[in-house]
């Protein structure tokens, strides 16, 4: 990966990000924003009682493509991991609400998705 491409996935932004059907093998895409936080890049959401189809996808296959369209386009091959350890999950959450000026952390840690991902080809 170029460093043009590495710096650009390490600035919080929106993205598109294909993940692979649980069920029909298919590629999923969904527009989703992306997070950084010490190095870190991970994909939070808003709270809902429910799981994400787009996680449970994740949860069946953990490869992932990123695609950067903002700025620098690119498609960047990463793998997921659901993070679902409280005290893992806490700085992560804290700061996806801090970037969306919510107060509702408690939620959050409650039912908000949260995953991390690791480029591939670093």
Do not use: C
């Not at 005290?87 to 609400?97: D, Q, Y």
């Amino acid at each position: 990966m170029d460093d043009g491409t590495r710096s650009a996935l390490h600035r919080s932004q929106v993205i598109d990000l294909t993940t692979t059907g649980r069920r029909t093998r298919e590629p999923r895409r969904i527009e989703i924003y992306l997070h950084e936080l010490d190095g870190r890049l991970f994909i939070s959401g808003m709270p809902f009682p429910t799981k994400r189809q787009w996680l449970r996808n994740v949860e069946a296959d953990p490869h992932v493509t990123i695609h950067l369209k903002r700025g620098l386009t690119a498609d960047v091959p990463a793998l997921a991991r659901v993070v679902e350890d409280p005290v893992e999950r806490r700085p992560l959450i804290e700061a996806a609400a801090a970037r969306w000026g919510r107060d509702d952390v408690d939620l959050m840690m409650e039912q908000s998705p949260l995953m991390e991902l690791t480029p591939t080809d670093a």
